[in-house]
T-cell receptor, first 111, second 112 residues
């Protein structure tokens, strides 16, 4: 199957920068998305990369390297409210209606 | 606009019972999906649809049926509930020209 790997937990302090990596299987890969999910809530979209390089959206940026089959989410100027789970999700071009999610990274931001 | 709505929010079933989880969207998106999320895990795709009358299986389709008679609605039917189907179920939509998925608030299902 098409699986994605990301670290299970990351801890950082307020104001710091944290990077969450995601590796994916290459066959049929089309693009990579990132989602944030707070406890008890629904996932919300953060960013999408179809091409190599960096996409910046405020304090959050996402990067993709197709040659390395990996991407990352970069969170800057961490705030307590950023404590949440972060998921990468890949679209495979066999059918753009279908995506596969990683198991998520739990980010804990400490004072 | 309500976006994506799901009913019910919570449900308790006994083993062997059947029920339908409802999902509706007012975003006019062609693509809709059903996911389940077990505690501490990611989202696993159950079924998805790329338009009215078209559905296909995801990673974990067994025990579930779907239909898509309109663009707006995508119900998920549990045929004979089992404790292994205890989970949180999310419905999502997206436009085929974009890759941002919009999720409903989820249905928390417990099967005893």
């Amino acid at each position: 199957g098409q699986s994605l790997e990301q670290p299970s937990e990351v801890t950082a302090v307020e104001g710091a920068i944290v990077q969450i990596n995601c590796t994916y299987q290459t066959s049929g890969f089309y693009g990579l998305s990132w989602y944030q999910q707070h406890d008890g809530g629904a996932p919300t979209f953060l960013s999408y990369n179809a091409l190599d390089g960096l996409e910046e959206t405020g304090r959050f940026s996402s990067f993709l390297s197709r040659s390395d089959s990996y991407g990352y989410l970069l969170l800057q100027e961490l705030q307590m409210k950023d404590s949440a789970s972060y998921f990468c999700a890949a679209f495979y071009n066999t059918n753009a209606g279908k995506s596969t999610f990683g198991d998520g990274t739990t980010l804990t931001v400490k004072p | 606009n309500a976006g994506v709505t799901q009913t019910p929010k919570f449900q308790v079933l006994k083993t062997g019972q059947s029920m339908t989880l409802q999902c509706a969207q007012d975003m006019n998106h062609e693509y809709m999906s059903w996911y389940r999320q077990d505690p501490g895990m990611g989202l696993r795709l159950i079924h998805y649809s790329v338009g009215a009358g078209i559905t296909d299986q995801g990673e974990v389709p067994n025990g579930y049926n779907v239909s898509r008679s309109t663009t707006e609605d995508f119900p998920l039917r549990l045929l004979s509930a089992a404790p292994s189907q205890t989970s949180v179920y999310f419905c999502a939509t997206h436009d085929p020209l974009a890759y941002e998925q919009y999720f409903g608030p989820g249905t928390r299902l417990t099967v005893t």
